[in-house]
C-alpha cells in the first residue's frame, strides 16, 4: 500500500483513484466513473433544475452568515414520493456497490468559486456508528481537501470529478476533516450527493469537532 505521503504528492500530478487510506485512522476510497459521464451529466442536469434549493444561515461565533452554498436533503428509509428519480437510481446504486443501507441524502449545490463547505468532521452523534459517508459528485470538479487532525498531520488533495464517488470509513470522521475549499478558478456549478446513515439525535460523542457557518 502507498504511503500517506506518496499519496498526497501523486494527487498533485495525477489523477487519483483507489486506496487514499487504509489504516487505524480509517479508510477512504476514490472510486473515479462510478456513473458514467453522461448519467453524471444528466443527474446534474435533472437535479440542479428539479431540486428545491435552500440557503441556509448558519452561526458563527456571535453572528449568523449565509452557508456559501445551496442545500437539499431527502430520507431514503424509505424514499418517499418525493424524491426525484435520479436521487433514488443513485442511492439504489451506491447502496449495491457498498452493502451500506444509507437512509439519508444531503446535496449541495457549489454555484461557482466562492462557494465552498469549510473543513469538518461529519458530527458523530449524527450518523451511525461503523457506518460510512460517500460522496457522489456531479457537474465540475472541485478540490477536496482532506486533513488529519493529529500528527502525522498528513493532508490530501483530491480531484471530485463528475460522477466519482468518495467513500470515508466512520473512523476518518474522528481522525480528519474534510472540506472544499473557495477557488478563483473559474469552475462551473457542482452537485454532491452526500449519502449518510442517519442514527436518532444523541449528544456530541468526544472527538467532534464543531464548526459553524461551514
Ligand atoms: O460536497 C462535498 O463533496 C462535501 C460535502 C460535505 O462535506 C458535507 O456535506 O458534509
Not at 36 to 51: C, N, Y
Not at 72 to 101: K, M
Not at 139 to 152: E, L, Q, S, V
Amino acid at each position: 500500500m502507498r504511503n500517506w505521503k506518496q499519496v498526497s504528492q501523486l494527487k498533485l500530478f495525477d489523477s487519483c483513484q483507489g486506496t487514499l487510506a487504509d489504516d487505524e485512522r480509517g479508510r477512504i476510497t476514490y472510486t473515479p466513473e462510478f456513473v458514467d459521464a453522461e448519467t453524471a451529466q444528466t443527474w446534474f442536469t435533472e437535479l440542479h433544475s428539479g431540486v428545491t434549493w435552500r440557503s441556509e444561515r448558519r452561526e458563527m461565533y456571535d453572528r449568523e452568515v449565509d452557508v456559501p452554498r445551496l442545500l437539499g436533503h431527502f430520507r431514503l428509509d424509505p424514499a418517499s414520493g418525493a424524491t426525484p428519480a435520479e436521487i433514488r437510481e443513485a442511492a439504489r446504486r451506491v447502496v449495491a456497490h457498498l452493502g451500506v443501507p444509507f437512509n439519508s441524502v444531503g446535496l449541495n449545490l457549489y454555484r461557482d468559486g466562492r462557494d465552498s463547505v469549510a473543513p469538518h468532521n461529519d458530527h458523530l452523534y449524527d450518523i451511525c456508528e461503523g457506518f460510512p459517508i460517500a460522496l457522489l459528485s456531479l457537474g465540475a470538479t472541485r478540490r477536496m481537501t482532506i486533513r488529519a487532525k493529529a500528527a502525522p498531520r498528513r493532508s490530501m488533495h483530491v480531484d471530485l470529478e463528475p460522477g466519482s464517488l468518495l467513500v470515508m470509513g466512520y473512523e476518518t470522521q474522528i481522525h480528519y476533516t474534510h472540506g472544499v475549499p473557495k477557488t478563483r478558478a473559474a469552475v462551473g456549478e457542482r452537485i454532491s450527493l452526500a449519502f449518510r446513515v442517519k442514527a436518532e439525535r444523541q449528544p456530541p460523542k468526544a472527538g467532534d469537532e464543531r464548526t459553524f457557518a461551514r
